[in-house]
C-alpha cells in the first residue's frame, strides 16, 4: 500500500494453527501480550505513513474464521485496520483471553 502496490488482505496465514503454534510455543502469557504490543505498534507506524486517499482505498478481503469464510468483499484500508481489527476482531477473542487466566 505504501509503495501503491495492489493489496489485498486475507487471515488465512494468521489462522494456520502450526503458524499459531510456533508463536505461542515456549512463551508466557505476559511475552504474548508484549508481542502483541510491539506487533501493534509497528502496524501504527506503517499506517501513519499513508495519506487519506491510501487510507479510503478499497482493497479485497477475505476474513476466515476457523474453516467458515466470516467475511467476503471490499473494505477501506483504514477502516479494516483501524475499526474492524480492533473493534470487532479483537473484541471477539476478549473471553478467550479471560479462560487463559483462569
Known amino acids: 500500500m505504501i509503495q501503491d502496490a495492489e ?18 510455543d515456549g512463551r508466557s502469557l ?5 508481542l502483541g504490543r510491539h506487533r501493534s505498534a509497528q502496524l501504527l507506524a506503517l499506517l ?6 491510501r487510507l479510503e482505498r ?20 483504514g ?4 475499526d474492524v481489527q480492533p473493534g470487532v476482531h479483537l473484541a471477539n477473542h476478549i473471553e478467550q483471553l479471560r479462560a487463559l487466566r483462569r
Not at 478481503?61 to 484500508?77: K, N, S, Y
Not at 477502516?79 to 483501524?82: N, S
Open 58 to 77: 478499497e482493497v479485497p478481503c477475505m476474513i476466515r474464521d476457523g474453516g467458515t469464510i466470516a467475511f467476503e468483499g471490499a473494505v477501506r484500508w
Open 79 to 82: 477502516r479494516l485496520l483501524l
Open 30 to 34: 505476559a511475552q504474548l501480550v508484549e
Open 7 to 24: 493489496v489485498r488482505y486475507e487471515n488465512t496465514v494468521a489462522i494456520d494453527p502450526a503458524r499459531l503454534e510456533a508463536i505461542i
Open 48 to 53: 501513519g505513513r499513508l495519506d487519506r486517499e
